[in-house]
């Protein structure tokens, strides 16, 4: 195959392991963002990481999530700025994932999001999802507390018609933070006399 070909995922590692002189396999955390060329691909070379707990990919050109078995200690994943379609591929992290960071990608489904039961922070603004019947696929996060959808289609036309809080803070009950903004849980609401 010719032509330019992406960082692949096991030399943007080698070059990350010289600049911070840590070994992958013992890493907590590892950053392998804005790569150049773009990472393009999520490969295999991430089973590696097996102490890792927050994993940086962001500013990369990925289309897909993909090999993180190994990864049997993730809390936080960062995939922002990538050209991701879809959520599928999540599984393998379901039992730890914490935070979820796909802002400014390609998503318009969020099939493949309920595997998720610990998830509690999801920025996922400036994506594609246009559809409620999408968006209810979020009651499936029972501990989700903070979410950022801003500047997805569904978002921006609620907003528009003043019912975007209104629709959301009733569907995700364990939710803290909606956009940047606590969210103010009505203890009962008050009869009228």
Known sequence: ????????IKDA????SQETGEKPAEAKEVKLIFQ???IDKMDASLSTLSSCEKLSLSSNCIEKIA??????????????RNYIKNL??????????????????LVEKLK????????KVLYMSNN????????????????????????NPLEEKLSGD??????VVPLLGSLRKLDGVPVIKQEEEEPDD
Do not use: H
Not at 67 to 80: M, P, R, T, V, W
Not at 128 to 151: A, H, I, N, T
């Open 88 to 105: 599928n591929g999540l599984e393998a992290v379901s039992d730890t994932l914490k935070e979820l960071w796909i802002s400014y990608n």
């Open 13 to 16: 590692l080698a070059k990350w």
């Open 162 to 167: 003043g019912t975007w809080r209104d629709k």
């Open 128 to 151: 594609s999802v246009k559809d409620w019947g999408e968006f209810e696929k979020l009651q499936g996060l029972p501990c989700l507390e903070e979410l950022l959808f801003v500047g």
């Open 36 to 38: 150049i060329p773009p």
């Open 112 to 119: 493949g999001i309920q595997v998720l039961k610990k998830l």
């Open 67 to 80: 090999n993180l078995n190994g990864l049997k200690n993730l809390q936080i994943l960062s995939l922002a």
């Open 1 to 8: 195959m010719a032509g330019n070909r992406g960082t692949t």
